[in-house]
Nanobody, 126 residues
């Protein structure tokens, strides 16, 4: 299974960005979940949103009013719509996934994921 992120970049405070993560190489007959993590400068990586193949979602309280996670089963892509961005959202954003390990709701803990994308930088200026 491979993950490829797209959509990072620079934006001014208050703006929006949409990240995408395309997944390839897994069987749709398997349970699979994907998540977004970020690592802000000087801080540990944190889980911010996740979705599974039956569209159950988990979203961190810190972003739930501004970020929306979704997926398009047709093109095997997960999205993260980020609105009302602030400089505090500046980070490297990573897409992650795991095959086969069922959860009622997809986890936001990084050790529950074993497939990672390369990351995409998001920079929000004030």
């Amino acid at each position: 299974v491979q993950l490829v992120e797209l959509g990072g970049g620079s934006v001014q405070s208050g703006g929006s960005l949409r990240l995408s993560c395309r997944v390839s190489g897994y069987s749709r007959q398997q349970y699979f979940y994907m998540g977004w993590f970020r690592q802000r400068p000087g801080k540990e990586r944190e889980g911010i949103a996740a979705i599974d193949i039956v569209d159950a979602t988990s979203v961190a309280d810190s972003v739930k009013d501004r970020f929306i996670i979704s997926r398009d089963n047709g093109d095997n892509t997960m999205y993260l719509q980020m609105n009302s961005l602030t400089p505090e959202d500046t980070a490297m954003y990573y897409c992650a996934g795991r095959v086969g390990r069922w959860h009622q709701y997809p986890p936001l803990v990084q050790n529950e994921y074993d497939i990672w994308g390369q990351g995409t930088q998001v920079t929000v200026s004030s």
